[in-house]
């Protein structure tokens, strides 16, 4: 890294990007923060840039004018769009994966063949773009059974579907229906499996893998995990169920595997890259790969992350992870809770615009977070602009203690249509 301090550029408006750039202008090695587009929340942190997250022209120009000295990405479009190979060809630093790398999370049936080819641990899986004979295979592999649609689709094309009548409406759904336009061109179909999710972030340059705390996220809207699945309605840290045995087994049999497959076929990961796992009575196995942060895990994970974030980024860019993490990772040893406030209607169709209350709710309790998600200004009030709209992010010395605080700072945040999933955290105390 340079002597003098840093200008990060931060890419999305989010609660994972409001959460990374609240840490990473805490670092003393950092002189300015942008984000493009940023939201209200981001702006108390750093200087919002009105540019899509996805005009990859426009971000690269304006990291080149302002003289960026790293990028960060936060959203997975950009990056299946090849953000990543445009700043790099062009000179700029940039963290992330590049455009094949992030076909792991771009496309299911590319990460489902690398993992069958390499032997990493995953459910039994056929891809097909025709529905009879998706309907065929269905019937001979016996419900319930999951659904996905291949591509890109926010976390919402992801169906566990436990009729066979249900499994056919998601197939015609998907390919014959088109929902989801060309994510939908192909179908996994996937043998459903039983245990416990977690997800394991781990940074990676490709050569050295620091694993991140492990966190449970909570995908579908409703309470008892009822409901259609979401981007994600809440997330905690540390997840009992990870001890330290089963942490390296995860690193040994799934997270080495899988960058070394990524290297021998010719996609190299560099970035974060995000394992969402099923712990199963036979070991854990993958229900996912993202290329990304996660969306709420990241709230989780920063709240608890005590060392600086900017020299990791900087040194999974720069190839040099061995060095910058050679001693581990400094995390408080405090439990963490993000709770989504979620708009009327989500992950359906939903009203915008509903001002916000009680956001100051917060101030002066060091161990609370507000990250805003979905919000934006009009007529100078900070109102509703997404389906997610907060994450309620607290500390606790256990689960049970962030659990109380987010939900107290929850229940004087009000806005029209809010709800939120009021167990959060809850499977822990099992």
């Known amino acids: 890294m340079k002597g003098n301090k840093l200008k ?19 670092s003393p090695l950092v002189e300015k923060v942008f984000c493009a587009p940023g939201n209200p929340g981001i702006a108390q942190v750093a ?3 009105d540019i899509s997250a996805e005009d990859i022209g426009a971000l690269y120009n304006f990291a080149f004018k302002h003289h960026i000295d790293l990028t960060v990405v936060g959203p997975e479009d950009p990056l299946s769009a090849g953000v990543v190979d445009k700043f790099e060809k062009g000179g700029l630093k940039i963290f992330g994966p590049s455009k094949r790398a992030a076909m792991i999370e771009g496309s299911k049936s590319f990460a489902k063949n690398i993992m069958r080819k390499h032997g990493i641990p995953t459910a039994d899986f056929k891809v097909f773009d025709e529905p009879s004979m998706a309907k065929k295979y269905v019937s001979s592999l016996g419900t319930p059974v999951v659904i996905k649609a291949d591509g890109l689709t926010r976390g919402k094309g992801t169906y566990v579907c436990k009729t066979e009548e249900d499994a056919f409406q998601k197939v015609d759904l998907i390919l014959r229906d088109k929902f989801f ?12 499996l039983t245990g416990e999710e977690v997800s394991i972030l781990a940074l990676t340059d490709g050569k050295t893998i620091v694993p991140l705390e492990s966190v449970q996220d909570h995908k579908t809207a409703y309470d008892g995990d009822k409901g259609p699945n979401t981007g994600g309605m809440g997330a905690y840290s540390p997840v009992p169920i990870i001890n330290r045995e089963l942490y390296y087994r995860i690193e040994r049999e799934i997270l080495v595997p899988i960058v070394h497959a990524m290297k021998k076929e010719n996609s190299p990961y560099k970035g974060v890259l995000y394992a969402g796992l099923m712990i199963t009575s036979e070991g854990p196995k993958v229900l996912e790969f993202n290329a990304r942060f996660g969306d709420p895990e990241t709230q989780a994970l920063i709240m608890r992350l005590k060392c600086d974030l900017v020299p990791l980024l900087y040194a999974t860019v720069e190839e ?16 963490s809770v993000c709770v989504v406030m979620a708009s009327k209607g989500y992950p359906e169709k939903y009203e915008k615009w509903k001002e916000i209350h009680g956001l100051e709710s917060q101030k002066g309790q060091d161990d609370v977070q507000i990250f805003h998600a979905g919000t934006t200004l009009k007529h100078g009030k900070i109102v509703t602009d997404g389906g997610r709209v ?22 004087q945040i009000s806005f029209d249509g809010a709800f939120f999933r009021t167990d959060i955290g809850a499977k822990a105390f099992a």
Not at 327 to 332: A, C, E, T, V
């Open 8 to 26: 990060i550029l931060i890419v999305g408006g989010g609660g994972r990007e409001h959460s990374l750039a609240w840490k990473i202008a805490q």
């Open 47 to 49: 200087e919002c840039i």
């Open 181 to 192: 336009r060309e994510a939908g061109d192909h179908i996994v179909v996937e043998e459903y």
């Open 320 to 335: 040099s992870l061995d060095k910058s993490a050679s001693g581990g990772l400094d995390w408080d040893e405090r439990a």
């Open 390 to 411: 907060l994450g309620v992010t607290a500390l606790g010395k256990d689960i049970r203690e962030a659990q109380k605080r987010a939900y107290e700072v929850i229940r």
